[in-house]
């Protein structure tokens, strides 16, 4: 789709996005990395490192992405910077479609999508200083700022705490974490609109990674800024995320916002992520272990398993997981989840009752409290649910009084 040209006179915030409103969309994408073998390079397979997800990102928020390690976050965050051509779907900024604009195409995009990167060490050019490294943008834009790309940089090193005056050193004469600062002024040069930061500080100590957590929490507020922040678990974003996504194998399996996926998460390895971030909360010392240990490693993404992916790991799953792939569905407003026996819900498929022998093994490494906890509150939702029923049905018209005495009919003839 070609962008319009903008008249002259048009307001620029023509088509940006409100707060709140969608500025990055999502539908149906995917990244397969093809497998090729041999003299003549067939493919022989594909690695399918993001296989059709759904999200959206709005104006203002911070979308957290967490999953393990070879889920395809990354690769995500590339789609959608559009560092990467998706093999399938599409990606709309504003309402535009960007999913396979070229080189040029991108070139105006580049300045509203940002991408911060993992390792400080190996995103900065050892041979250039700081100054040309922040600068670049503005070069490679073609823009020139009031005042000129010196004073600009060095404004924004000390917009993210820097000394301005170390605009001549060389990334080697900073530590992890100056270096994160580093990348994230060199990310705001142009004023971007969306900055995806992936894992912005698993690099760093955890001593400093508040820091640089707070930092980018400090900037968004001042800038008006989007993000979409990407971790391994929980910890890192769970502060800072209004909304939270959780990757497994390619496939988003629970997206809600974050006071909801923190009270009743929904999916079991929501769960499990959840478990696995100790709780520096006083209160909670002593309260039962709820610890989760997932079994074994991420299944490979070349061939994942059949049905829910999550199958071969999960406590909970049954036959139909093993065969149908449940969709990401909303089961409560704001909370969409892609399980057939979802935790804090209502069972999605109660005929299907026998665990596997896998979720046998799995639920072993499930403290008991878990399953207690687990069996509690689906029966309490069951039971909520019922009531409701109970209560539309008391509550229902006059029409179905006629179906209602039909019904009762033939009991009374008994
Ligand atoms: N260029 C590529 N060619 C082939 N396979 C790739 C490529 N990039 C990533 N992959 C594979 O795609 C899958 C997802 O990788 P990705 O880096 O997106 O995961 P991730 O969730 O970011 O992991 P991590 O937490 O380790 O950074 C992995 O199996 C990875 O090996
Ligand atoms: S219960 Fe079934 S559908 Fe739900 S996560 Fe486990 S395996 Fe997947
Ligand atoms: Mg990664």
Not at 8 to 21: C, N, R
Not at 229 to 238: E, G, K, N, P, Q
Request: aromatic share 4%.
């Amino acid at each position: 789709m070609s962008i319009p040209a903008q008249s002259e006179g048009t307001v620029i915030t023509k088509g940006d996005a409100a707060p709140g409103e969608i500025l990055l969309k999502v539908s149906g994408l995917q990244k397969h990395f093809p497998i090729r073998k041999g003299l003549l390079q067939r493919q022989v397979g594909a690695v399918r490192a993001v296989d059709g997800i759904d999200f959206e990102v709005r104006a203002g928020e911070t979308l957290g992405v967490v999953g393990e390690s070879g889920c395809g976050k990354s690769t995500m965050g590339r789609l959608i910077t559009r560092l990467l051509e998706p093999t399938a779907g599409t990606v709309e900024f504003e309402g535009k479609d960007i999913t396979h604009l070229g080189v040029s195409g991108m070139r105006p995009l580049r300045r509203d999508v940002q991408m911060i990167f993992q390792d400080p060490y190996s995103s900065l050019n050892p041979r250039h200083t700081i100054g040309t490294i922040i600068g670049a943008p503005f070069r490679l834009q073609g823009v020139t700022p009031e005042g000129g790309i010196k004073k600009e940089v060095q404004r924004l090193l000390s917009v993210v705490g820097l000394n301005p005056e170390h605009y001549n050193r060389y990334p080697h004469e900073f530590s992890g974490g100056q270096r994160q600062r580093i990348g994230i002024a060199r990310a705001l040069a142009l004023n971007p609109k969306l900055v995806v930061a992936d894992e912005p500080v698993s690099a760093l100590d955890v001593s400093i990674q508040a820091q640089v957590v707070n930092l980018l929490d400090d900037l968004q507020q001042e800038l008006g800024l989007t993000y979409v922040i990407i971790a391994h678990d929980l910890s890192v974003v769970r502060h800072v995320s209004d909304r939270i996504a959780v990757m497994y194998l390619g496939k988003i399996v629970e997206l809600a916002d974050r006071e909801s996926l923190y009270k009743a998460p929904m999916h079991p390895y929501t769960k499990a992520l959840m478990s696995a971030v100790p709780i520096p909360d006083p209160r909670r010392k002593n309260a039962k272990s709820e610890r989760i240990l997932l079994k074994g490693d991420v299944p490979s993404p070349i061939s994942p398993p059949s049905g829910c992916r999550f199958h071969t790991r999960c406590w909970k799953a049954t036959q139909i997981c093993t065969t149908t792939e449940p969709p990401l569905i909303e089961l409560k407003p704001g909370q969409r989840v892609a399980c057939h026996h979802p935790e804090n819900f209502e069972d999605q498929a109660p005929q299907d009752t026998v665990l596997l022998s896998v979720a046998k093994e799995a639920a072993e490494l499930v403290s008991d409290e878990v399953l207690a906890e687990s069996a509690e509150t689906s029966a309490a939702v069951a039971a909520e649910v019922a009531a409701e029923v109970e209560v539309a049905e008391d509550a229902a018209p006059e029409a179905s009084e006629d179906e209602a005495s039909e019904d009762e009919a033939p009991a009374k003839e008994k």
